[in-house]
């Protein structure tokens, strides 16, 4: 999966978790969480369906490494890389 | 019509489950009502066959007004034939208890008319309140409209691509419909947590206690067990702190109740969680049974209830028993949480973040984990003493997570 393509499954997630929330209206460097006002068990769940959709599995101790868009989109992109 | 929480007055059906001649069984959901709150799947309480619908769909009823008339099912004795009817869980207005309700006899015959078409397809559609609401002012049928939303549920933004012509490239963030309707949803939800949280503040003697607890050794036991388990399968502290306060509500009995008049305990423990909606407001469903489940079933519960919460679909028993309620805002921030009782419950425990913080112990001064756990109490029903042994129950079972 290349950036734009991660980018296009993030906000797919992210629907179906917060539906009003608008992907390119966050701040990508931001943390996630606050952004898009997603509380620990909207987080889970968000990682949880990337899992289902990718077989990607973010272990906790790597969290912080996803909590912002960017770098989301980079530690998915590294991860589906890798795994080809 | 069932009391869903201390703050309803009344709700409307939005559909039917069942049909005449159904049978039922304690437990089975029979109708979907809405509230100012939520949408919400009504149980009911006993077993029995349906004999009449009594309220049509679309039609809004007082609680206590009967929904339907279910005859309870026949004994073998034919001198019973005449066994009494009762409605659907029509509860005792601010009764917490609609399960105890004995039902008032159904009308006038006149009105045991079945409603005419429920359709089947709607009975398993899946839509949120909002979109139901406004499907209902521009007459659109849900059925013929596709769903975005969890599950295929239809959702507002689905309507406006319904009735709208459907552009090719519509933007998913499309003005959901009308700004004045959704003021109203979040108006009405205002006025309910309003009027509850006002009678409680005039009506229940609040005392408030705070301690700080440790959580270097639960955090470190949570990480651990994590690291061998699949993301599906993962615990949050939530459920290590839900599953504390459960298991100390039953060791403290005198805050595990209800006050009307005079306080009565509960046997059992209905965790109530407090579920902040996307969107604004507020909605504080019951885990039922919270101190007898495991960690594991605990956290699906949890999940459950708040992807349900969120989704309008909590169902009628969740909203109407509640026995202790819990208020996490430690997503939030914020260090601790002074709580509003949410009558007729007798007390409010409260969670704030979890976040290091310096720590004497043992003369040395370190940096742990730690989290403020308050608890706001009816001075009615206790004094300060009953509830320092609840937040002491707390940290203490805190200490042991691998026997949570």
Known sequence: ?84 | MPSLGADMEAGTLLEWRVQPGDTVHRGDIVAVVDTEKSTIEVEVFEDGVVEALLVEPGTEAPVGAPLARIAAVAPAAPAAAARPTRAVAAGRKRAARPRKAKAKPAARPGTAEPAPTVAPVAAHLRASPLARRRAAERGIDLAAVAGSGPGGAVVAADLDRATVVPAPAAPEAAVPGPPGRREDRQAAMRRAIGALMARSAREIPHYHLATTIDMATALAWLAETNEQRSVSERLLPGALLLKATALAAREVPALNGFWDGSYRPSPAVHLGVAVSLRGGGLIAPAIHDADRLTLDELMAALRDLVGRARAGRLRSSEMSDPTLTVTNLGDQGVDEVHGVIYPPQVALVGFGRVAERPWACGGMLGVRPTVRATLAADHRATDGMIGARLLNAIDRLLQHPEDL
């Open chain 1, 1 to 84: 999966m290349n950036a734009a393509e991660t980018r296009t499954l993030l906000a797919r997630l992210l629907h179906g978790i917060a539906p009003e929330v608008d992907l390119d209206g966050l701040d990508p460097a931001a943390p996630l969480q606050e952004e898009a006002e997603l509380d620990s068990m909207d987080f889970l769940n968000l990682v949880s369906a990337l899992y289902d959709e990718t077989g990607i599995e973010v272990p906790e101790r790597d969290y912080p490494q996803v909590a912002s868009v960017d770098g989301f989109v980079a530690y998915v992109a590294a991860a589906s890389g890798s795994r080809r």
